[in-house]
């Protein structure tokens, strides 16, 4: 085996970074068939390097690409121009607002909720549940407490849910209140047999 010169077609330049050729086109030029072809820039665009794009070019900000040319982005009402948006629309909706088609809706937060992350959606707000398109307050019964995720409710220590009240745990003879604090548990060394607690 040996060493072969590397041939480098017009318009380009040895490069030691292109390991399938040794060679890279120029700026302006883009690669096909081993070949360097000039790189035709459609109005409102510009030129990039040829191996961040096959086409070897890129729209301008506030332009998007249709085929072979760039069209202006039309950014309708309380929108704005965004260079990473969904769908490669070109503009996103601001705070409040969210996209429908062509257009950007206003999001109607009921009453107990609040516009939560980037605005496009709402969230009740603490002792409220959705229902629906609307916010329902947590009805809290006896000896029972709203759960840190503000949404439900859990039966206090020492009381199990029962539909929607909460029950007093009957603890039998030598028993106690167990760790989930809605069941009982023998007292040692009594064991548990049925619903009572027995000597072993």
């Given at each position: 085996m040996g060493c072969v010169a590397v041939e480098a077609p017009a318009n380009a330049y040895l490069s030691q970074f292109s390991i399938r050729s040794g060679w890279e086109c120029e700026r302006g030029y883009r690669e096909l068939d081993g070949d360097c072809l000039k790189i035709e820039v459609p109005?409102?665009?510009?030129a990039i390097d040829s191996s961040y794009g096959r086409r070897g070019w890129e729209c301008d900000r506030g332009y998007l690409t249709a085929s072979d040319?760039?069209?202006?982005?039309d950014v309708p009402k309380n929108a704005y121009m965004a260079?990473?948006?969904?769908?490669?629309?070109?503009?996103?909706?601001e705070r409040g607002f969210r996209a429908d088609r062509d257009t950007c809706v206003a999001i109607a937060v009921p009453a107990n909720a609040y516009l939560q992350g980037t605005g496009n959606?709402?969230?009740c707000e603490r002792g409220f549940r959705q229902d629906n398109n609307s916010c329902a307050r947590v009805e809290i019964p006896q000896n029972a407490y709203l759960e840190s995720a503000g949404e439900t409710w859990r039966c206090d220590r020492g009381f199990r849910k029962s539909g929607a009240a909460c029950a007093a745990v009957e603890l039998p003879a030598n028993a106690h209140v167990g760790n989930s604090g809605d069941e009982w548990e023998c007292n040692r060394p009594f064991v548990r047999k049925e619903a009572l607690c027995v000597a072993p």
């Open positions: 109005a409102n665009a510009h040319i760039c069209t202006a982005i260079d990473n948006a969904y769908g490669g629309r070109g503009w996103e909706c959606s709402w969230k």
